[in-house]
């Protein structure tokens, strides 16, 4: 029978200890927060542990907080959420981790606790930036080989930096930097009291 949250929530306080910065349960989802270089460890007690036994990483992805709460964010820049599930205990939990160096972020690995990270770990580094640390293969996975930059980032222009196109005298795709004028397409609200009214 699977623990309450709460219940859980304490054991993995005294279980985690050092390692865990925050927990707190919102919207019926237990999320721990932990330090960076505690991550790896506090990853593989979540699965080993007798009393865990999160066999199954679920989801991992890359955050950008530059703009969260309207700007008012003072923390790191960027982290790292991963989705766990117990399936021997029907338990799930979300691991936050935040990346200490806004300029170079910079995690653990968790490919070698649960190899299914790995394509994961490729996606949030080609996204966002975010280097795993011990990963086998880190490239990109959804740009191409060219691409500059990292379109998840919030600091990313919203055209790009370079297009390609394939050029019919060169007979190969060339890239050039954008020619698209940046504009801002912003929907047109009607505020006319009587607007609509009498037709």
């Known amino acids: 029978m699977p623990q309450t ?40 007690t979540l699965r080993d542990h007798p009393d865990c ?24 820049r960027f982290a790292v959420v991963v989705h766990l599930l117990s399936v021997s205990n029907n338990q ?8 200490p160096d806004d300029d170079l972020p910079v995690v653990a690995s968790v490919v070698d606790i649960w190899p299914s990270a790995n394509w994961f770990e ?9 280097v795993f640390e011990g990963h086998p293969d880190l490239r990109r996975i959804l740009t191409d ?18 297009e390609m196109r394939y050029d019919p005298t060169q007979q190969r795709v060339i890239y050039q930097p954008v020619s698209i004028e940046p504009r801002e397409i912003v929907p047109r609200i009607v505020r006319e009291e009587s607007y609509g009214e009498g037709r």
């Open 5 to 44: 949250l709460d219940a859980l929530s304490l054991t993995l306080e005294n279980m985690l200890g050092d390692a865990l910065v925050q927990s707190f349960i919102r919207l019926g989802e237990l999320t721990l927060v932990v330090k960076p270089q505690a991550y790896a460890a506090a990853m593989r």
């Open 53 to 76: 036994r999160f066999e199954q990483l679920i989801d991992l992805c890359g955050m950008d907080y530059s703009d969260f709460g309207d700007g008012k964010w003072e923390g790191s």
């Open 92 to 99: 799930r939990v979300r691991v936050r981790v935040f990346c």
């Open 122 to 130: 490729r996606e949030a580094f080609d996204l966002y930036g975010i």
């Open 145 to 162: 080989y060219g691409f500059i930059g990292h379109p998840f980032r919030k600091d990313f222009p919203l055209s790009g930096n370079v």
